[in-house]
């Protein structure tokens, strides 16, 4: 897909507006050098909470999705390749999908705790970590150009002269 070119996005506070002092929803658009296109669509508001999901469809069609119903678990959803097709619907499962935040966030607790020691075992051994501060930096990138997009009503595009630093 390469590099990320523009983003397009919108943010607004639509259901915890009496609790929270920042947006609950956000959508972007974003269209790659290679003219692929992906979307975001990221919110606090639903009800039930459908937790996260990605989906992916290349140029053949095929298509990847998984998502994580309820939050703080991942399954595959979608396998859709030539010569293996797996379906196994997420939503709709007899599952509680309204899980309180404290409980998500302690299921993600070990993830972070793994980062943390991923981080000082790559600095005793002289070694990148998992996630290097430049590819953190390239979704940080994104989110801003969602925030930017919001706040002007513009897309934002990337310097094409520094679009290798961009998100891949």
């Known amino acids: 897909m390469g590099p990320v070119a523009e983003v397009t996005g919108r943010c607004g506070t639509y259901i915890h507006g009496d609790y929270i002092e920042v947006e609950d929803a956000a959508t972007a658009l974003l269209t790659f050098t290679s003219g692929a296109m992906a ?97 953190a930096m390239k979704s940080l990138r994104v989110v801003e150009a969602i925030y930017e997009s919001h706040r002007t009503g513009k897309t934002v595009r990337f310097d094409p002269a520094h679009l290798s630093s961009q998100v891949s």
């Open 39 to 135: 979307t975001i669509s990221a919110t606090t508001g639903l009800t039930p909470a459908e937790g996260v999901q990605i989906r992916i469809t290349g140029s053949s069609g095929a298509t990847v999705a998984l998502a994580e119903y309820p939050e703080g678990t991942g399954q595959l959803e979608i396998w859709d390749v030539p010569g293996q097709v797996f379906h196994a619907p997420v939503l709709g499962r007899a599952v509680n999908a309204d899980v309180s935040s404290s409980v998500i966030n302690d299921a993600l607790k070990p993830y972070h705790a793994l980062q943390v020691s991923d981080f000082i075992a790559a600095l005793r051994e002289n070694r990148e970590p998992a996630v290097t501060g430049v590819e």
